[in-house]
């Protein structure tokens, strides 16, 4: 069984670090043997995620966003948390292509996209902080 | 995102280039759906979206491609895809985009398409 050392990190809820974000999670999983669309995944997952805790979970626009990764066996977790306004996003309802076109929307789809992607999406508060733990299992490690 | 415009047999070709997400639209205030909407304001008709070299997109990239799409419908125009990514379809498949908007392996067939 391989593992990865838990490594975390931080970032300022602003657009603008989500490149660092990412950045973290790409050296997080360098040498690991993931698949092109593995990487993708969770790339486009994590970008999803902080996207949506910058825009809605502080009105005020100043706070956190902690990152933690790990691998344990053949699954890569990622958890995300802020301590913005609680918001669970399990209970998102899957939208649907027609009625976002309909109502005039432009957004709707990144938790769904995220979830999608994911094997595993498990939200709790704790500790007056929004944890998201997102799992990937992956194929070649 | 960069974008690059060129007109073939009347036709508006849009080809993107870099990541369409939201991250960088604050510095890049220019979107696929201002571009398309210049040219429906000037009577374009037929549009293609070629992402060649687009390799990432996220919700907002979707949110901006549907917002075209629904510029160009509610003109009466016609807006097709081209060249997409692995990566790019794998998002697009799982939002539902081929149930709305046509796409096409490369540029060249959705070209055709318009005859």
Same mark, same amino acid.
């Given at each position: ?22 950045? &973290? ?5 360098? *040498? ?9 995944? +969770? ?64 957004? *709707? ?31 070649? =490690? | 995102?960069? &974008? ?6 009347? =036709? ?9 997400? +939201? ?6 205030? =220019? ?58 379809? +794998? ?11 046509? =796409? ?12």
């Amino acid at each position: 069984m391989k593992r990865l050392p838990m490594e975390s990190f931080t970032i300022a809820a602003q657009l603008a670090e989500i490149d660092r974000a990412r950045e &973290f999670l790409r050296n997080s999983v360098r *040498g690991l043997a993931l698949s092109e669309e593995e990487f993708f995944k +969770l790339d486009l997952s994590l970008v999803e995620i902080c996207t949506n805790i910058i825009l809605y979970a502080y009105p005020e626009k100043k706070g956190e966003i902690h990152i933690e990764i790990w691998l344990d066996s053949d699954r890569i977790y990622l958890e995300i948390r802020d301590s913005g306004i609680p918001f669970d996003p399990t209970q998102a309802q899957k939208p649907d292509i027609e009625d976002i076109i309909k109502a005039g929307q432009k957004g *709707g789809l990144g938790i769904y996209l995220s979830r999608t992607f994911m094997d595993g999406f498990d939200y709790q508060r704790r500790k007056g902080q929004n944890v998201l733990t997102l799992m990937k299992k992956v194929k070649s =490690i | 995102m960069n &974008f690059i415009i060129e007109e073939k047999d009347g =036709i508006f070709i849009l080809r993107m280039q870099g990541e369409l997400r +939201l991250t960088e639209a604050p510095a890049h205030s =220019i979107t696929m759906q201002k571009l398309v909407k210049e040219q429906l304001e000037l009577g374009k008709a037929k549009f293609i979206l070629d992402f060649k070299r687009v390799d990432f997109i996220d919700s907002y990239g979707i949110g901006d491609l549907v917002a075209s799409y629904v510029s160009a419908q509610n003109k009466g125009a016609k807006l097709k895809i081209a060249n997409l990514s692995l990566k790019v379809r +794998l998002v697009l498949n799982y939002c539902g985009i081929p149930k709305i908007i046509e =796409i096409f392996d490369d540029e060249e067939s959705a070209v055709k398409s318009f005859r």
